[in-house]
């Protein structure tokens, strides 16, 4: 199940496959399979938004569509594929290089998901609109017989702008940049949470959770070590006296005061087992509502 476009060329155009892979490998985390001379894949995968999709050239496949006589066009062998089932802004990374790769070639695009049959230069937020709404029905149409994890757009669209903007923020190098990470608890629901270790002076982006690890003395010298989630609201109430509100380039907070009252305040915040919870990537989920 994936949402893919088509890729054609005028037809008095010529285009070099060589400037092709240069192309991509001048674009970052880009990597060029050449499965044949005449097959290759250009593969996207950002470690960071976990954004993953590919474009293939393949002079093996005939585009299976009408063409009008007429048409300016003609398909290059060239096709985009993204899967369904993910969240808005797959879409949105995606297709941003898509538009870049059309308009530097001077390409258009055939889009299968429309009808009836065109081929024209598409802009950003047309395709973005097309993957959603497909999203969407593919979403919908396979929850009816397999459950669809889901999780509100607001919060996902909050990771990946913290994800892509935390690190233009300019920090002490004893302070923390947590990511936010995805879990689950046993009735399916999707809940975003960050690690703060131990009291560390910490960026806190606003998630739902926050994991925290406590270590506490045992007899004879022994040690025991306990990790729990904490509501971020409660982190909010107990430490407002020590969060500084940030808004720029992203809305969190600074944790910076790292003393014996914040201690024994971090020592103080209430236990619930993580155990209980299962961590979930997030190609795992959609931010689409049932």
Not at 4 to 11: C, E, G, P, S, V
Not at 81 to 105: C, G, H, N, Q, W
Not at 205 to 228: C, G, H, M, Q, W
Not at 254 to 279: A, I, M, P, W
């Amino acid at each position: 199940m994936s949402f893919t476009l088509a890729f054609f060329k005028q037809k008095d155009a010529e285009i070099a496959l060589d400037d092709v892979i240069t192309f991509f490998h001048n674009e970052p985390n880009f990597f060029v399979k050449h499965l044949d001379d005449d097959l290759l894949q250009f593969v996207y995968h950002n470690p960071l938004t976990n954004v993953l999709f590919s474009i293939t050239y393949n002079e093996r496949q005939e585009l299976n569509v009408e063409i009008p006589e007429d048409i300016e066009w003609e398909y290059c062998y060239t096709t985009f594929t993204l899967s369904y089932l993910r969240p808005t802004y797959y879409a949105k990374e995606s297709l941003d290089i898509v538009v870049k790769f059309m308009k530097y070639f001077n390409l258009a695009i055939y889009n299968p998901q429309t009808e009836p049959f065109e081929v024209k230069n598409y802009t950003f937020e047309e395709l973005v609109d097309s993957y959603i709404q497909n999203n969407s029905l593919t979403a919908r149409e396979f929850n009816k017989q397999f459950p669809v994890l889901t999780i509100s757009k607001n919060k996902v669209d909050y990771f990946y702008d913290y994800t892509i903007k935390c690190e233009m923020l300019e920090l002490p190098e004893d302070v923390a940049l947590p990511f936010i990470s995805f879990i689950k608890d046993k009735n399916n629901i999707v809940y975003t949470v960050f690690a703060w270790p131990q009291n560390v002076k910490t960026i806190m982006p606003i998630t739902d959770y926050v994991l925290i690890e406590r270590t506490y003395k045992k007899a004879l010298f022994l040690k025991k070590t306990e990790v729990s989630l904490v509501p971020f609201s409660e982190i909010q109430t107990k430490f407002k006296d020590y969060l500084v509100k940030l808004d720029d380039p992203i809305p969190c907070f600074l944790f910076e005061t790292d003393n014996e009252t914040t201690k024994q305040l971090y020592y103080e915040l209430s236990q619930q087992d993580f155990t209980e919870y299962e961590v979930v990537e997030t190609d795992d989920f959609v931010d689409v509502e049932f």
